[in-house]
């Protein structure tokens, strides 16, 4: 008689590995923060720090920069990791400067020369 053996491997109960964990959702911006200081001939450091509503700054954020009277470079920049974006005004007159992000969130304030 031929006997044949099966030769079952023992196995423990195997756990299929974790899933991949994705990218974190994008902190979403609540409101914007607007700053200007003036410097030498007409320039105006311009700020706009993008805050989520814990009041973080949010990273990777479109600013669109506008004035009334003047110059502004750049039109458009992203926020840092600070949740920070600037640009560079130039205006000799009585103006407003004005950032807006893509959800609607604007803020703008008046340049006022000098009068020194």
Do not use: H, K, W
């Amino acid at each position: 008689m031929l006997a044949a053996s099966l030769l079952v491997p023992a196995c423990g109960a195997v756990e299929p590995p974790p899933p991949p964990t994705g990218p974190t959702l994008p902190t979403n911006p609540t409101s914007l923060v607007l700053t200007a200081s003036s410097g030498f001939n007409q320039q105006v450091a311009v700020s706009a720090r993008v805050l989520s509503a814990d009041g973080q700054g949010v990273p990777n954020v479109a600013v669109s920069f506008s004035i009334g009277a003047g110059t502004i470079t750049p039109a458009t920049a992203l926020t840092d990791s600070t949740g920070t974006a600037s640009a560079t005004a130039i205006t000799t007159a009585n103006t407003t400067v004005a950032a807006a992000i893509g959800n609607g969130i604007a803020s703008s304030m008046p340049l006022l020369q000098s009068t020194d």
